[in-house]
């Protein structure tokens, strides 16, 4: 349906096919090599990448160009060319995708992609007897390269810093979340074909494919952005595409107390919670803020710890020079060779760790990391899917009793409560903006139950005329946390009282 076309629009035999392109350089023969000299395309459109880059050879015939390429639409939005100069290139396009092995030119850098395509698209021009001036050509090849190189209508989004996620629900349609508010934008595909060629290259690069065969597939960009993709017959209404949007620069500490996600005496509490190696766990709905928080809990691990972080995509940015970083393999397509969260964490404890993190706890790994944490690895920490610290403890027991873990309850429970000192609960709330609204202890057991005592909550007061919620952090007024000795060990005692009894003084200034 979408991406390969009829035989008609093949190309003519003698074409070079997929899997065996045309005139393989070296480094086509090298599978598995790294893509990363791809260099991450700017502005596809535009085309202005490959020119302000000097990536390309100037256009033949340049000056014809100049006066007939009319300056290219950004995101593909403006002035139309002529349908016919439409139906041209996806015909050139089509033959083109079925011609050629994208993974394969994924690892060309760019100028070798360029001249590749350009060969080849030469070569079905004029197989095609397709009639065409040089300068059309010449736009056409800008085009499709952009296209096959680059992520189409995508750039502009991708280029921009300010963006958490792109969200594009087939050709027409594409929202942006920008500073917790979702936003629809103007951009548009030219059509499910291109969007899912698009998509197509996308996964490209890390060796899979979507189609409706396998409709499916996770995959990150260079720039280390995250990405979904799912497709017809899954996806109803047209190739479907969720970019999470990778931070260069993430965010610490001071800038949630900035933004009001925690106060001050907070952020100093979770610093020293971070340094003194209580495990903790973060707990939090998706897009909430877990990694975000994990990351700067992080930044206070000591430089002459050995870290291992485990990560289904790695996200994480520690700072520390002794960091090893682990990453999930999903399966290959025959479904095979996957290497999932709990072989990582388990490979870990023969890897002498210090602390272990894990990105995101969501099944039997559970019971390594708290094994981990119960022998020796103090400071580990994990995020988890949960809407409250209490909810985050019992996700946390059916994932073992999921594991497969024949352990009685109560066991889980004790293993739970010996492991865990703290958990952090992020949160977004409806008007987009996100807070940390708790910082809780698990301090112990009663009979069955897990004993927990909250250090700092966020409490809703209520809603300005903006729909912009009012609310407040308030410390419960504990002076002495749970891990008041290991604050102690740690020589962090005094900054502990002085944050708590702040905390404190400011509830009543409130
Ligand atoms: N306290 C915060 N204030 C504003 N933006 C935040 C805050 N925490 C996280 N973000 C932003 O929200 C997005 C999602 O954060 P992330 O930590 O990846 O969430 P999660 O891991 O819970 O899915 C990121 O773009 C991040 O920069
Ligand atoms: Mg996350």
Known sequence: MFGKRTDETRPAPGLPVTGQPPAAPAALSAPGAAIPDLPMPGSSFGGQQARAAGAAPPPQGSGAVSQQAPKKPEAGMGPRKSENYYDIKGTIFNALIDAIDLTQLGQLDRDAARDEIRDIVNEIITLKDVVMSIAEQEDLLEDICNDVLGYGPLEPLLARDDIADIMVNGANTTFIEVGGKMQKTGVRFRDNAQLLNICQRIVSQIGRRVDEASPICDARLMDGSRVNVIVPPLAIDGPTLTIRKFKKDRLKLPDLVKFGSITPE???????????????????????????????????????????????????????????????????????????????????LRMRPERIIVGEVRGPEAFDL???????????????????????????????????????????????????????????????????????????????????????????????????????????????????????????????????????SRNEMD
Not at 407 to 428: F, H, N, W, Y
């Open 266 to 348: 907070g952020a100093t509490i979770l610093e020293i919670i971070g340094r003194v190696r209580c495990n903790v766990l973060i707990s939090g709905g998706t897009g909430s803020g877990k990694t975000t928080l994990l990351n700067c809990l992080t930044g206070y691990i000591d430089h002459d710890e050995r870290v291992i972080t485990c990560e289904d995509a790695a996200e994480l940015q520690l700072q520390q020079p002794h960091v090893v970083r682990l990453e999930t393999r999903p399966p290959n397509l025959e479904g095979e060779g996957e290497i999932n969260m709990r072989d990582l964490v388990k490979n870990c």
């Open 370 to 504: 708290l094994q981990a944490m119960n022998t020796g690895h103090d400071g580990s920490m994990g995020t988890l899917h949960a809407n409250s610290p209490r909810e985050g403890i019992s996700r946390l027991e059916s994932m073992i009793t999921m594991g497969g873990f024949s352990l009685p309850s109560k066991t889980i429970k004790e293993m739970i409560c010996g492991s865990i000192d703290v958990i952090v609960q992020a949160s977004r709330l409806r008007d987009g903006s996100r807070r940390i609204t708790h910082i809780t202890e698990v301090v112990g057991m009663e009979g069955d139950v897990i004993i927990t005592q909250d250090l700092f909550v966020y409490e809703i007061v209520g809603e300005d005329a903006n729909g912009k919620i009012i609310g407040r952090h308030r410390s419960t007024g504990i002076a002495r946390p749970h891990f008041w000795d290991r604050a102690r060990y740690y020589n962090e005692e005094r900054r502990l009282a002085d944050a708590l009894e702040k905390a404190e």
